[in-house]
């Protein structure tokens, strides 16, 4: 079942902040979270195992709730170079696979 | 170390054609999952291979088809092409469940 990610869009100046949250209905092993540019792959940006850590990655960083199933990706001090469309994806307990929200398309500005 | 390829990057079908698309992964990942990306719908899970095993499947129509070999090396297939089949196709390759995806540039199909 695909995680609910919101908001679906989000436009920001330079050094801004903003926070992307995920959310699914089921009992999550991890969370994964990706960014791709206009015209290009994916890209992984970090995973988060069952167990409600928190990891960074540069000015990016992210949280796991596992008792909500729910993860936020925080994004401090934004620069033009994160613009993009960022995706969460979830794997479930179980052998089940790592599908996908619909995306937020994230806009920063000068 | 060599990134996902896919192959061929672009094509261009008439309905009621079938389509075979190529994944390579990266050297080592024994896990390669498929998807189908569209403007609407975002990234569609289709399959996920594992040494050589379907280990999951989306909910596509049985049009769609995969397999691996034994390099590790993926294919999907789709049969009696549609215009809605038009969509980008991406593979992605892991090393497995702790570890984040690698995805290919994708194939671009686009069905007239």
């Known amino acids: 079942q695909q995680p609910v990610q919101s908001p679906q869009a989000v436009i920001l100046r330079e050094g801004e902040d903003a926070v992307i949250n995920c959310s699914s209905s089921?009992?999550?092993?991890?969370v994964h979270w990706y960014r791709q540019k206009h015209g290009e792959a994916p890209v992984f940006l970090m995973i988060l195992l069952k167990g409600g850590e928190q990891k960074g990655h540069e000015k990016i960083s992210a949280s796991f709730n596992e008792k909500k199933q729910q993860s936020s990706l925080y994004l401090t001090a934004s620069q033009l170079s994160y613009s993009g469309t960022y995706f969460c994806?979830?794997?479930?307990?179980?052998?089940?696979?790592?599908?996908f929200g619909k995306g937020t398309r994230l806009s920063v500005i000068a | 170390k060599a990134g996902v390829t896919q192959t061929p990057r672009y094509l261009i079908k008439t309905r009621g054609q079938q389509v075979t698309l190529s994944c390579s992964p990266i050297s080592g990942h024994r896990s390669v999952s498929w998807y189908q990306q569209t403007p609407g719908q975002g990234l569609q899970f289709l399959f996920e291979?594992?040494?050589?095993?379907?280990?999951n499947k989306g909910n596509f129509p049985g049009r769609f088809s995969g397999r691996q070999f034994s390099n590790s090396r993926s294919e999907m297939n789709v049969s009696t092409l549609e215009l809605g089949d038009s969509a980008l196709y991406l593979c992605a390759s892991s090393t497995g469940g702790r570890y984040g995806y690698t995805f290919g540039s994708g194939t671009r199909l686009t069905v007239v």
């Open positions: 089921k009992a999550l092993y991890s």
């Open positions: 291979y594992f040494s050589e095993t379907q280990r």
């Open positions: 994806g979830t794997v479930g307990s179980g052998n089940t696979p790592l599908v």
